[in-house]
């Protein structure tokens, strides 16, 4: 990447594809989010950034794992970051995309 780095926690203006479709989508963090990611060992820290530069580019792909919640997170989607972190997101109003929590499956789910 040439010039600054993008600060992936910083809000996002993304155009989100889905099949020959493009339309634009914003990607926000949830203050507990940041926390929780800057907490994260490094090498998590940059398999987040990964995972999130493939949901950008392919909301679609199957390693993502991508799936709705139900129970006390009814309403929020996870993503699968590795074996064992996930991060968990909100859609608002189909053009927002708020990463709200990011840790182990018994950090979120208990």
């Given amino acids: ?3 600054k780095q993008v600060d992936l926690l910083t809000t996002l203006r993304i ?8 339309f634009p989508v ?3 963090y949830l203050p507990k989010f940041k926390k929780q990611y800057k ?7 940059q398999q987040f950034d990964d995972r999130l530069r493939l949901f ?3 909301p679609t792909d199957p390693s993502l794992r991508i799936h709705p919640l139900l129970g006390k997170f009814a309403g929020y989607w ?4 590795n074996g064992d972190i996930r991060a968990l997101y909100l859609i608002e109003a ?3 995309i708020v990463f709200a929590l990011i840790g182990t499956h018994s ?4």
Avoid: H
């Fill in 1 to 3: 990447m040439t010039g």
């Fill in 15 to 22: 155009f989100y594809k889905i099949s020959n479709n493009s």
């Fill in 26 to 28: 914003i990607i926000k």
């Fill in 39 to 45: 907490k994260l060992p490094t090498a998590f820290q």
């Fill in 56 to 58: 950008v580019v392919d």
């Fill in 78 to 81: 996870s993503i699968n970051i």
């Fill in 94 to 96: 189909d053009t927002v």
């Fill in 107 to 110: 950090q979120l789910y208990g």
